[in-house]
């Protein structure tokens, strides 16, 4: 019976191929500018670690001026400062725990082949690479003695690897970095967070680091920084020792919290902390910090930019004016189909049937729109990734989630839209449609 | 007139019309506030920066080798790219409009931490700066080559001078730009800055920044390990010498890295991608919703035509005229219309309550409803004119003919 419903809906749908071609169109211009906008915020909002985003936690701690928030309203800073991501290594209760910032240096490779190039790194603990899951090509992470040591050690992306040493493995070799030589003890395999959460101060779809160093070598060689660096006032002394020891916020600071009791003992520890601060002269707004896990961080730092999400809603708008549209095309097309029905009631056939065979219609018609639709979106996400180069190039993937999405919502809303009408066109008068014959 | 007839036709097809007006109410929502959206971002990228654009170029070096001595390479590598033929002037910099990276600090007119500042952005230029950016002094003087201070990484000491830009002495001196000049203002609470020029204009590196017109430069040279150099030539003459100072340089030494050499043009266009990216999806998707809404009106008005051409037949035969024919479809979507972009406006007006609040967008302007409205009036009478058209040519014979 379905295939015969099937055959009918064909049947009708050529029989109209204008109006046919018009539904499918609007159906078709409406997934493919929806399905361009929700794919790309789809990116953008995408859960970077799902398997630990409840356990990993940014920390915000208020050292700010007593007279101004951070930022109105009363938000807090998005970084701390060194003097009190030092204390918060040292004592408090974490299972993994790291302070880190953005550095810079040129790379020199050795002999003549590769010219030097300058690239960004990251000083961070050596608990950075199992609590943010960081996959491993060859060696390891270094360990916390190697950081309490001021080791001179570091752990390579892929990229920097294949550039300096052709890909092959460089754990044990030196590295030349800043005028400095380190000891490879990693190389990274692809490693790509998106959004890159535990760093979004210049933006969560840059590209990862080239190289990680030990975070205590910042102090101890005064390495050149980037990045954000934030002070409300300036510090007391001259030089880089008194940089440190200033209010300025510069560093990120994440802990591992798996468990609801850790996270409150957690949370309980920087309070005390910042009441002893208090008493310091430090910390003089109202006592107020605060521990975020992954989903809430990316929702504070505004990483689905609010742009991004307008016009999302708007192409949601256009894909709700291309349904009217077919609504309103399906419900002249079936009030011309009336005698038909009609006929083909009067010789038995069921509502329900009836119901059945136009939804078909309206669901071949969605199906139809759909695809084309898909591809549609397709070339609007290269439209995209052209525009706005490539700040947005990892964004801009359909992945099968968003096909099998894109086509069920396709087929939806055309029976959403062909719901109505149907129900119109199934509801009429046998007798009253015969007469006028 | 026919207004009577056609509302009692309409209301034996109430659902199809309303269906219409909705869709043309969605469609002037989106329109009107995408125009209102594109023309909020075209304003932002029409704002000078104030610096000669079309004639400098900026480059990043980066020191690394051994022998890299920072204080006689920027001097070397100045005093050489000064002498080069066809260069207006040069200088070493710590950031430039619109690369969206730079140095702010606040400024006071008094001193102490409780004090109202002014936020600014800050370059550090040396007795070239002003020329080699190519901004228009007001009023008072440029630095002296005697003024020019070289400054360490993590110094806090800040030069006795400053040149600040029209608008940041306005916000200053409670918008009395004039009266800036000679006075002094404090930096870090109690350093004070004597203000010895007015530039017109030049923009701070950040272009989503509030306060974009307020720029302050020093007289230091920054001993950073790397910095940039922002260069002027003669019209005509920068992408030969981009090229020139790029090799150049290299030739002279190899223990500095030099990269990003681009022009002032390409770094505003890097800037406003973002911008221009989103305007350009704005107008597609206007273009669609006009032509998806068009094909609509076009297509549900010739399905009408078509179900009423015996009505229309015999409305002829009873001596009704092309002109009345064609009149009675273009009044119906008329009306239709009118309710969709009655609705529209009040649509229009909430999403752009929505807008304000999220993206901080200003209200919209009135003028923009009775345009979008007029718009939508003019589409829907442009795509049913096909279609009545068409109704106009059925015969009246057609009356006597039984279907």
Redesign the interface.
Known sequence: MLGYYFKLSLLSIKRNPILSTLMVAAIAVGIGASMTTITVNYAMGANPVPQKSDQLFAIQLDSWDPNRPYREPDILPDQVTYMDAMALMKNAPAKRQTAMSKVFAVIEPEGEDVRPFETEGRATFGDFFAMFSTPFLYGNGWSRESDDNLEMVTVLSKETNEKVFGGENSVGKFIRIAGREYKVVGVLDDYRPIPKYYDVTNGAFREPEGYYIPFNLIASLELSRSGNTNCWKPSDEDGFQGFLNSECVWIQFWAELPTENEQQEYLGFLNNYAKQQKELGRFPRPLNNKINDVMEWMELQGVVQDSAKIVMWLSVMFLMVCLLNTIGLLLTKFSTKSGEIGLRRALGASKRNLFIQHLMESGIIGFVGGIIGLGLAWGGLKGVSALFGKNVQHLVYLDSNMVIFAILLAIVSALLAGAYPTWRACNIQPAVQLKTQ | MEIKPILSALSRNK??AL??A??IA??M??IV??VF?IQQRQGQMERESGIDEKNTFLFSY?G???DFNEKTRIVEDLDYIRKMPGIVAAVQTNSAPLTGGGWSMGLARETG??ADGVGTAIYFVDEQGVDAFGVKLLAGRNFTADEIIWRE?????WPGQGVVTKALASDLFDGDWQAALGKTVYI??TQPINIIGIVEKMQAPWNGWRGVERTLLVPNRTL???GRIMVRTEPGERDRLMKEVEEQLFANYKGR?I?NVRSMEEIRT?SY??H???N???K??IV??TV??A??II??AS??V??RKKQIGTRRALGARKKDILRYFMLENFLITSVGVVVGAAMTIGLNMV?VD??NLPKIDWYYIPAGMLLLWFIGQLAVFGPAKKACQISPALATRSV
Not at chain 2, 153 to 157: A, V
């Open positions: 659902t199809g269906l219409i909705l869709q969605l469609t929502t989106i506030n995408s959206m980066m690394f080798a051994d931490p409780d990484r993590t110094s806090n000491d870090n609470e950073f390990g790397g890295l990269r890097e991608q973002a221009n990216g989103m350009t999806i704005l597609v998707l669609c919703l998806v809404t094909l609509g297509g549900l399905f009408s078509n179900r807008l999220m993206l």
